[in-house]
């Protein structure tokens, strides 16, 4: 199975600063990967796919970079209702992976 | 749009199954493909499976081999996890999920609500 290894498992930032995830592969995805967010009590809602394409309707403030192994997602200006676990998946070779997530709270 | 409506929460024994249901709507079910991840109290997702109506294919992790059943009903535009030798760690938060395309399985751009299953004797 491919390993997806999210980094930070969590973190805290002010409102307005620009936030980072990262999210390795235990071997090559090319760009079969996508980032979902959740906030607490709901679904997860997908936010990049591809792995850089913006799902509609989500703001621009959300990006997302990388191939092969490497990916990051960033937050360009946190906003308080950004608050919520984030997860990346592949979707290249089953089983289809995602991360452990990453918790993100407003310091 | 797309709008995936799951069956309501189960209790069940260990050693028994669970089928839950997810009714697409906003399109035809052939439109597109039909995944199930779960999630356990306070824990991350995992990806179970998925089938896709027009190929009439479904996928399975490795994990679930044996033990879950993906079927989709094309004239009630539904589609249907079932999962046996029910065990608590089979505690979960069920969700499917749907690309909204007919062809490929993934992104999971639309979700259902999600149904609680919960095993306990």
């Known amino acids: 199975d491919i390993q997806m290894t999210q980094s930070p498992s969590s973190l805290s930032a002010s409102v307005g600063d620009r936030v980072t995830i990262t999210c390795q592969a235990s071997?090559?995805?090319?760009?079969?990967l996508s980032w979902y967010q959740q906030k607490p009590g709901k679904a997860p809602q997908l936010l990049i796919y591809?792995?850089?394409d913006l799902q509609t309707r989500v703001p621009s403030r959300f990006s997302g970079s990388g191939s092969g192994t490497d990916f990051t997602f960033t937050i360009s200006s946190l906003q308080p209702e950004d608050v919520a676990t984030y997860y990346c998946?592949?979707?290249?070779?089953?089983?289809?992976?995602f991360g452990q997530g990453t918790r993100l709270e407003i310091k | 749009q797309v709008q995936l409506v799951q069956s309501g929460a189960e209790v069940k024994k260990p050693g028994s199954s669970v089928k839950v249901s997810c009714k697409a709507s906003?399109?035809?079910?052939?439109?597109?493909?039909i995944n199930w991840v779960r999630q356990a109290p306070g824990q991350g997702l995992e990806w179970m499976g998925g089938?896709?109506?027009?190929?009439?294919?479904?996928d399975y992790a490795q994990k679930f081999q044996g033990r879950l059943t993906i079927t989709a009903d094309k004239s009630t535009i539904t589609a249907y996890m079932e999962l046996n030798s029910l065990r608590s760690e089979d505690t979960a938060l069920y969700y499917c999920?749907?690309?909204?395309?007919?062809?490929?399985?993934?992104?999971?751009?639309?979700w259902g609500q999600g149904t609680l299953v919960t095993v306990s004797s």
């Open positions: 999920a749907s690309s909204g395309l007919g062809y490929q399985l993934f992104p999971l751009g639309y």
């Open positions: 906003g399109g035809t079910f052939s439109s597109y493909a």
């Open positions: 089938i896709i109506p027009i190929f009439d294919t479904v």
């Open positions: 071997q090559d995805i090319d760009n079969y």
């Open positions: 591809d792995p850089s």
């Open positions: 998946q592949q979707y290249h070779s089953l089983p289809y992976t």
